[in-house]
């Protein structure tokens, strides 16, 4: 099957890349020309090349897809779930294999430093192995006599058709933290992710198709806003998982919680690290600069707010600056970059007016990243910026930049270090520095943060472990991964039982006794 448009002849789900190519829907098996002419380019953001277009589907190809994932759910879930595992071994197996070829993928659509895009993927390849659990964390739980002769069971069963809507900032883990658990446990599944670095998603879906994965169990549609709304909207769509913004994460919730949706919305954060007087200078500078300009600072993870406790501002501020100064911004596939370009112009050019504001209300710029040398012509390049004696009441410390901006507090105790943190409406991930036990145990049991990091700068779980935002970070009951991704993904259903022959069955095995 091909596309034609006026300049030339292009095969959808390939990996080539060409400016002209149109990026076609995977529905039931196949790849599938879309059906709006409505496009949009799909940029490298070092450089401005146009990789391909991406189309802007709706509401038609959403229940295509939905109608493809209905179909297929009564044999997928008949499957044995040791046969269903099976199918995610084999994913990340590929994964193995192809690991390269998908972090290249990651840095020529997304920006990030190789070696950024290979931890993605490693993480991507985490949550495939503990998805491979299923035969065991599926399980459910019985108790035999609940009355003479009554069992009662409590089984594990698949929810239906699951959504996921994915953004660019993490183009496989992201889409990996729900598709693994939602087919293992016996769901279908659509995939709507950015339409920013939609060709990541393509790649993953040709490998999905290369193991033989049944048609219908997985679908992908791109699109933008019609496509959301389609989602949200759709009857046929049992559970909606999404990772964003606040305020959209707010809109998901709302709208898909309305249809009567299961809903996972994760939104965004302002994460705060501590640093006590007593930290380990060298190893806090190197994790803080790590958190706060690591993937440019586009993650909802990354310590954007860095606060000092008493006398470690005159211990870690000057090696900060330093420290900052020489990391280099490049083409993420230069391997000296340290960090690569932001997504896109328009988010350069917010994130060089978030810096302005914050000098204009009485931040001190201490590394000015606006403007770095070096990086190729035609890119979207933000260095590392450092503000200075940042107050409470500054826009830069209260909205999420999403860059690679740090803001810097100072303050006297760690009583007024929880108070900066808790005022917060988000509370995503938090980190202190510090050797001192009971001030870990203080901070940890006190701040209103749903992640904690203790001398970490991303307190990220590992997948067996809950990715558990809290406040406006996280909308929604059951977390990413972990266990709480056999809840969402799986319905319980108690059985009550008992069998009116078991006492004639019991009076035979009584008779047979006797006579031995």
């Known amino acids: 099957m091909t596309i034609t448009t006026e300049s030339s002849t292009l095969t959808p789900g390939t990996t080539k890349t060409a400016a002209t190519r149109i990026l076609a829907n995977y529905i039931d098996g196949r790849w599938v020309a879309p059906q709006t002419q409505s496009l949009l380019d799909v940029t490298n953001p070092a450089n401005g090349e146009v990789l391909a277009r991406v189309p802007l589907s709706g509401a038609a190809e959403i229940e295509a897809a939905v109608a493809a994932a209905r179909a297929a759910l009564p044999d997928w879930r008949a499957r044995s779930v040791g046969e269903r595992t099976e199918f995610i071994y084999a994913i990340r197996e590929k994964f193995r294999q192809r690991i390269d070829e998908l972090a290249a993928s990651i840095t020529r659509e997304g920006g990030k430093v190789l070696s950024d895009a290979r931890a993605e993927v490693t993480r991507s390849i985490e949550v495939l192995e503990v998805a491979c659990a299923a035969p065991m964390t599926m399980q459910g739980r019985i108790l035999e006599g609940v009355a003479r002769g009554i069992n009662t069971e409590t089984i594990r069963q698949p929810v239906g058709v699951c959504a996921a809507i994915t953004p660019f900032n993490f183009p496989a883990m992201v889409p990996m933290w729900f598709l693994p658990f939602a087919i293992v446990y016996g769901n279908t599944f659509v995939l709507k992710p950015s339409e920013q670095v939609p060709l990541t998603s393509e790649l993953m879906f040709q490998i999905f ?48 919680a309305e249809q009567g949706k299961r809903v996972q919305a994760l939104g965004g954060a302002k994460n705060y690290m501590v640093v006590m007087p007593d930290a380990v200078v060298d190893k806090t500078v190197s994790n803080v600069l790590g958190s ?130 808790n005022a917060d409406p988000r509370g995503n991930g938090t980190s202190i520095f510090t050797e001192n036990g009971a001030a870990v145990r ?75």
């Open 292 to 421: 706060a300009f690591g993937a440019s600072g586009q993650r909802c993870m990354a310590g954007s707010v860095l606060v000092t406790v008493g006398s470690a501002r005159e211990a870690i501020m000057g090696r900060l600056k330093a420290e900052a100064e020489k990391l280099i911004a490049g083409d993420g596939m230069n391997a000296k970059a340290s960090l690569g370009p932001v997504i896109s112009s328009a988010a350069c050019e917010r994130i060089h007016g978030a810096i302005e504001i914050g000098v204009k209300e009485g931040a001190k710029l201490l590394v000015d990243g606006r403007r770095p040398t070096g990086v190729p012509a035609g890119g979207n390049f933000v260095g590392p910026t450092i503000l200075n004696n940042v107050t409470a009441e500054m826009s830069v410390a209260r909205d999420e930049i999403f860059g690679p901006v740090l803001s810097v507090m100072h303050v006297d105790t760690l009583e007024q270090a929880i108070a900066l943190v």
């Open 209 to 256: 198709e290369e193991i033989g994965l049944p048609k219908g169990v997985v679908n992908l549609v791109n699109g933008a806003h019609d496509a959301v709304n389609a989602i949200l909207d759709s009857p046929g769509i049992r559970a909606v998982s999404f990772v964003g913004s606040v305020n959209t994460a707010k809109y998901i919730y709302r709208r898909a």
């Open 442 to 516: 203080e901070y940890s049991r006190r701040i209103e943060v749903g992640m904690v990091g203790v001398n970490i700068g991303v307190a990220a779980s590992p997948a067996y472990f809950p990715f558990s935002g809290w406040k406006d970070s996280f909308f929604g009951d059951l977390h990413v991964h972990g266990w709480d991704a056999v809840e969402f993904f799986t319905r319980k259903k108690t059985v009550t039982s008992r069998y009116f022959s078991a006492g004639e069955t019991g009076k035979f095995f009584t008779e047979q006794g006797e006579k031995h």
